[in-house]
């Protein structure tokens, strides 16, 4: 399953709209639209949003299983090779 995909169905899992997706972590229903036809992706903070709205890691949310993580800051960054290291200063 694609993140796009993962998006959508945690939406709906919640019982969601687009709209209330977007106006829990500040975006407009057209963004989460976006999110969900795979035209765009979050910023890193928008993803942690998510993750925490689905109740998952982001590392989950973006490759679809949990890899492992170095835990030096924010309890996990992510080392997966398909996932962006984000440095913990510019987060």
Known sequence: ???EKRVFDAR????????Q?????GVDKSE???YEQGRRTP???KLVLLADLFGT????????????????????????PDILYIPHYYI
């Open 1 to 3: 399953m694609n993140f």
């Open 12 to 19: 709906k899992k919640l019982g969601l709209t687009q709209a």
């Open 21 to 25: 997706l977007g106006t829990l972590i």
């Open 57 to 80: 890691s982001v590392a989950e949310l973006l490759a679809g299983e949990e890899v492992e993580c170095s835990g030096l800051y924010w309890g996990c960054i992510e080392t997966a």
């Open 32 to 34: 989460i639209s976006h």
């Open 43 to 45: 910023k890193w903070p």
